[in-house]
Structure formats: structure tokens, C-alpha cells
Nanobody, 121 residues
Framework: QVRLVESGGGLVQAGGSLRLSCAAS????????MAWYRQAPGKQRELVAT???????NYADSVKGRFTISRDNAKNTVYLQMSSLKPEDTAVYYC???????????????WGQGTQVTVSS
């Protein structure tokens, strides 16, 4: 069994910073891509940033230059450092992890439970 636990959300003023974490645990053989998504009220879930197993990153245009995704492979953890936050960044943030469990032969996708980020103006 695999579990993803997110932390780090909260309330912050515009211009402030937050750091999200998502730790994967359980019967994990290897982790491929890791990513952060977000979903604002009344809107579809959207991709925020991705990072490959080799460390290649990609960002949504709306967060480029403000957010940084990183990972610690030894801890099976992905981070999202968010700076210069804007009210429009307010959303529930979800991590997504593509991983291979022991005994499996194909990647499975796992989602975190979500963490609320609220940016006040």
C-alpha cells in the first residue's frame, strides 16, 4: 500500500511565500514523475509544475519565475516553493506521483489528499 501525505498549506498575504511538501511512503520500488496540481473553486484542476526522476522541471506559465518544484529522492518527497504569491494562486493544491510498487510491472498514479492555500489581498 502507498500513502501520500501533503503539508505546508495555509493562509498568507499577497507577496508572501509558502512551501508545500508531499511525502510518499509504503511499498515503493521506484518513483518516476512527480507533480503539483491545483484546483480553485468552480474551476478545473490544473497542472502547476512537474519534475522528472532526472530532475527536469516544467511549469505553468502562470507560476513561472515564482514557484519552484524540487524533489528529495531519498525521502520520496516532492516540494513546491511558492513565492510572490497572488490572490489568484488561492486553491487546493494536490501532489501527483507516478510510481512502481514492489511486485508491479507498470506505473501507478497516486494523488495526495490536497492542502488549502489561501492568499489574501
Amino acid at each position: 500500500q502507498v500513502r501520500l501525505v501533503e503539508s505546508g498549506g495555509g493562509l498568507v498575504q499577497a507577496g508572501g511565500s509558502l512551501r508545500l511538501s508531499c511525502a510518499a511512503s509504503g511499498s515503493i520500488r521506484s518513483i518516476s514523475a512527480m507533480a503539483w496540481y491545483r484546483q480553485a473553486p468552480g474551476k478545473q484542476r490544473e497542472l502547476v509544475a512537474t519534475i522528472t526522476s532526472g530532475g527536469t522541471t516544467n511549469y505553468a506559465d502562470s507560476v513561472k519565475g515564482r514557484f519552484t518544484i524540487s524533489r528529495d529522492n531519498a525521502k520520496n518527497t516532492v516540494y513546491l516553493q511558492m513565492s510572490s504569491l497572488k490572490p489568484e494562486d488561492t486553491a487546493v493544491y494536490y501532489c501527483k506521483v507516478d510510481l512502481l510498487r514492489w511486485g508491479d510491472y507498470a506505473l501507478n498514479i497516486y494523488w495526495g489528499q490536497g492542502t488549502q492555500v489561501t492568499v489574501s489581498s
